[in-house]
């Protein structure tokens, strides 16, 4: 069974921030019409930890709680079933163009959800949210939720903050009992040095890379990729004083065709070629010094199980980068139909049924932000790795556009520079015309 760190009581301490009072929240009256909500976490809820209650088929006590938001808004409330965020466009977009409301508000999120969410905002199909959340709004907001990144398509805001559950900067999972037997340095240490980067990841992954059987074939892994490997490799040239993309004259241009993102492409390739990499998830969990992921994954059964404690450090810096950078794994948000009347009341309906601003949590916002630490302190390796995991969140990066480029053509290049030995800027620059014209439909040509 996995040791889970306990940490200091003085934990508590560097995580409180600091109390605004802010004005009561917004009223309104939804003059007992019928609202239908498609929540993607239907069971992340205000009420014990994530399973224990479900938005469409509510317990008494969620239900007393549903029908109090009620009253409060005047409103009748159904919960849609979640149609799933890469069939955005195809499920509500005919219903929004014929001027239908199916639902007044929908999830979003930046995996799998930009080739639809962003069409719709692009095509005056969403709310533009700019002149509709105020200040006040984001103040009201835990600190590390407060972020408008990854929320806005086309220099507009269209998402905004519907569940509190999770923040997923990517960055290195490490071992730190096997680093320890190894004699290898403190990675927290080397990123406080501004020492932790690239030539260093490199020489570690290539170091822990091993053959424990003697039958010839490699079984343990410097770096196991979490989640989808395009996108998560995608996010290391953003390390390196580079980007997917570029706005010049207004115009969404190519940039992983830069000398700084073809470095991060160049590292990959030499990484796969001497096989120190796998993309094995929650399967390698075990089988590999380093994972390349956002922290919450040490929550699941293959970390719990395991003896040896995780510390988790950001992504190691690039030979151009002067400082790190905290790209993310994904943005969960929600987008609201132009058809909605009352785009601003159903923010706060969202607000009040998940409690996620000041004026709906049950508790100060310092004991919130404290709560919500210390439930992830308990599967840290120790309170500098979540101190770091704080940083990241609240100083993140949005990797702009880079489901767009995967889809765009990017992913087949990746591929291809990771599996051949394919020169990486040839490679790169092969399927530059095809992403281009892809962003060109997208943002351009209109």
Not at 167 to 179: C, R, S
Not at 287 to 312: I, K, N, R
Not at 353 to 382: I, N, V
């Amino acid at each position: 069974m996995k040791r889970i760190s306990i940490l200091s009581v003085l934990l508590i301490a560097l995580f409180l921030t600091s109390f605004v009072a802010h004005a009561a929240p917004p009223t309104f009256d939804f003059e007992g019409r019928t609202v239908r909500l498609d929540f993607r976490f239907w069971d992340i809820t205000p009420f014990g930890e994530r399973g224990d209650y479900d938005w469409r088929d509510p317990d008494p006590r969620l239900q007393a709680h549903i029908a109090e938001v009620e009253e409060m808004f005047n409103v009748k409330l159904e919960f849609h079933d979640y149609v799933g965020a890469n069939q955005l466009m195809n499920i509500y977009g005919p219903d929004i163009i014929a001027g239908d409301l199916t639902a007044s508000a929908f999830s979003a999120h930046l995996i799998l959800a930009q080739n639809s969410h962003i069409p719709l905002a692009m095509g005056g199909y969403l709310h533009r949210l700019d002149d509709i959340l105020d200040q006040d709004y984001y103040d009201s907001l835990p600190e590390s939720f407060n972020s408008k990144e990854g929320l806005r398509v086309g220099g507009h805001l269209y998402g905004f903050e519907d569940n509190n559950g999770i923040i997923e900067p990517v960055g290195i999972l490490w071992n730190t009992d096997l680093f320890n037997e190894e004699g290898l340095p403190d990675l927290y240490e080397l990123y406080l040095d501004g020492e932790w980067t690239w030539d260093v990841f490199e020489d570690l992954a290539k170091y822990f890379t091993r053959d424990t059987t003697g039958d010839g074939e490699i079984d343990f892994y410097g770096v196991n990729i979490f989640w989808r490997r395009w996108e998560q490799m995608s996010n290391l040239v953003f390390t390196n004083n580079a980007s997917l993309t570029k706005v010049v004259d207004g115009r969404v241009e190519v940039a992983f065709n830069s000398p700084e993102a073809i470095e991060a492409f160049e590292l990959w390739q030499r990484l796969w070629q001497h096989g120190a990499v796998t993309a094995r998830g929650r399967s390698g969990a075990a089988d590999a010094a380093m994972h390349y992921s956002p922290p919450p994954v040490l929550q699941f059964e293959q970390f719990q199980e395991m003896d040896d404690l995780f510390g988790w450090v950001p992504l190691p810096k690039g030979p151009t980068a002067d400082e790190y950078v905290f790209p993310y794994w994904n943005r969960h948000m929600s987008v609201i139909p132009i058809t909605e009347p009352n785009p601003r009341g159903i923010i706060e309906i969202v607000n009040a049924l998940r409690q996620l601003t000041s004026h709906y949590k049950p508790m100060s916002m310092e004991e919130w932000e404290q709560d919500y630490w210390m439930h992830w302190g308990g599967f840290m390796a120790d309170r500098n790795s979540l101190r770091l995991w704080q940083e990241a969140s609240e100083n993140r990066t949005h990797a702009e556009n880079r489901e767009v480029v995967i889809a765009g053509g990017l992913h087949d290049a990746i591929q291809s520079i990771i599996s051949e030995d394919v020169s990486v800027s040839s490679t790169i620059a092969a399927v530059v015309p095809q992403v281009q014209a892809v962003l060109d439909e997208m943002f351009n040509d209109r």
